[in-house]
């Protein structure tokens, strides 16, 4: 959605989106070595909510100078999920099956952008002359949250379940 509004001095745009998605990947990949040959199969499936929005304020100052005030946001909901099945196979050399290794989890991000800029933008007395001086910062933040359990079948044998979780964050903050 948006609204917009143009007045003598001030005009204003909002912009307002959100989806809420599912996407599935299938991966089937072959690797083949003088010895033996894995076997890769690992579907994907990604269910993502994201909200993002932009205000875009600009104020006539003067007839020949304008000042704009733009800030965006981007969200990605910490409900949204990546669910990730693995399978290898590991073949020997006269393509028997030798073991199999399998792998389920789930991974949960987190995600958030901030992005605002000032701009002043000054006509000169000359045609197609002005000065603009502009300022932005951009931060942004994510985190990732993965939980997987993994275990390994060799013919009639098969090891117990290993369960990992894993976390990864990152933080940026961007000025110009």
Do not use: C
């Amino acid at each position: 959605g948006n609204m917009s509004y143009k007045g003598k001095k001030v005009s204003v745009l909002t912009l307002l989106s959100g989806y809420n998605a599912t996407y599935l990947n299938l991966t089937e990949s072959v690797y083949s070595f003088q010895d033996r040959t894995l076997r890769n199969y690992n579907p994907k499936k990604w269910n993502y909510q994201n909200m993002s929005g932009q205000v875009l304020v600009d104020y006539q100052l003067a007839e020949k100078t304008l000042i704009n005030l733009n800030y965006g946001f981007n969200a990605i909901d910490k409900n949204s999920a990546a669910d990730i099945t693995n399978r290898v196979e590991y073949y020997n050399k006269n393509n028997m099956l030798d073991s199999s290794m399998y792998t389920q989890g789930t991974t949960l991000p987190d995600a958030t952008q901030h992005n605002i800029s000032l701009l002043l933008d000054k006509k000169l007395k000359r045609p197609g002359q002005k000065f603009t001086l502009q300022t932005a910062w951009l931060t942004s933040s994510s985190t990732n949250q993965r939980a997987f359990s993994s275990y390994t079948e060799s013919g009639p044998a098969a090891s117990p379940y290993s369960f990992y979780k894993t976390e990864g964050m990152h933080r940026n903050n961007i000025y110009t």
